[in-house]
């Protein structure tokens, strides 16, 4: 069972929120009291899993897992838009063919000995290679790998120094190879959005990247995200919280409690066969129909027995 998992909500820059199941921290941010104090940013959360039912117990977690790509949720979310990938740490033997910014520098880890070439890049590509820059690779061959993507950017010779710094500010203390992974620092969010029309992260969920869109303004793109889930042949599951923090057991639950039949057809996950878990509709029932009402009024095998 293939799902599509989204939500919106918005992110206060200066306290962002923790990320998922200690895989990745945000870049702790030197504060400047001088500074504005930065408005919250508008967040699109897109990530995906695979089980076999609705305890999720086997869920494998990840944009990849819905079937959904990169490439299809760019061309659905913003068409005609262009697009560029940008990297601090690049792989010099893996680069874009044409940039706008190619930087050599040395690159050392984090609390490492070591030191090592590195390539900071900017450069337009094709929707059609989103997933490529992505995941850094292609049918099991390396390709250059970015840290986000810029879409329909604002970019001259005058306003490429601006942009340069903020994306320095939000990438430039990244260590990718750390544990958990430290890639993004919150509060350079806003400062590149003054530069494109969204900004894309991937944000890592437990076995894949997800994928999420930041914005000065909310997108109403739910219809759209779900035609996207329905080509792909993944079921679409709205989130309260950001999929990639959120329990796939809780979210289908809550959207079982609120499934039309009649319009939609059977729920379309299938139960666990141990009653699915602590969110499911047949455990509950269950757990009411097991309840014994003792002569005093009390209520034993449930929630009322201490």
């Known amino acids: 069972m293939r799902a599509f998992g989204y939500c919106f909500d ?3 820059p200066q306290n962002p929120d923790r990320l998922c199941r200690g895989r990745e921290r945000w870049i702790e941010p030197i504060l400047d009291p001088a500074d504005p104090y930065p408005d919250r940013v508008h967040r699109l959360v897109i990530s995906g899993a695979n089980f076999s039912d609705d305890s999720a117990r086997d869920a494998t977690r990840g944009l990849a897992e819905a079937g959904v790509t990169a490439e299809a949720l760019l061309k659905a979310i913003f068409p005609r838009r262009p697009v560029h990938a940008f990297r601090e740490v690049g ?8 940039m706008m910014v190619e ?3 040395t690159y050392t880890p984090q609390g490492g000995a070591r030191r090592a070439p590195a390539v900071r890049w900017l450069a ?12 850094g690779e292609k049918a099991g061959m390396a390709r250059p790998k970015a840290d986000g993507f810029l879409v329909d950017a604002r970019i001259t010779p005058e306003t490429l120094p601006e942009l340069q710094d903020a994306l320095f500010k939000l990438v430039g203390f990244s260590d990718p190879e750390g544990r958990p992974a430290v890639l ?11 530069h494109c029309r969204a900004l894309v992260l991937f944000h890592l969920d437990k076995h894949g990247p997800a994928f999420i869109v930041y914005t000065l303004e909310p997108l109403d793109v739910a219809e759209t995200l779900v035609d996207v889930a329905r ?7 709205p989130f309260s919280i950001p999929p990639m923090l959120a329990r796939w057991d809780r979210a289908l639950y809550e959207l079982r409690m609120h499934w039309d039949a009649e319009a939609e057809g059977p ?4 139960p666990a066969e141990d009653a699915g878990g602590r969110w499911s509709t047949r455990r509950r029932h269950s757990e009411r129909v097991d309840e014994e009402v003792t002569p005093e009024g009390g209520v034993e095998g449930g929630e009322g027995e201490e």
């Open 124 to 135: 337009a590509i094709q929707k059609e290679d989103a997933d490529a820059y992505m995941l």
């Open 267 to 270: 729920f379309p996950v299938p």
């Open 10 to 12: 918005t992110l206060d």
């Open 231 to 237: 080509k792909a042949r993944s079921f679409a599951v």
């Open 184 to 194: 993004y620092n919150a509060m350079g969010i806003r400062d590149v959005l003054q």
């Open 91 to 98: 792989d010099p033997l893996a680069l874009p063919a044409e």
């Open 103 to 105: 930087e050599d520098w």
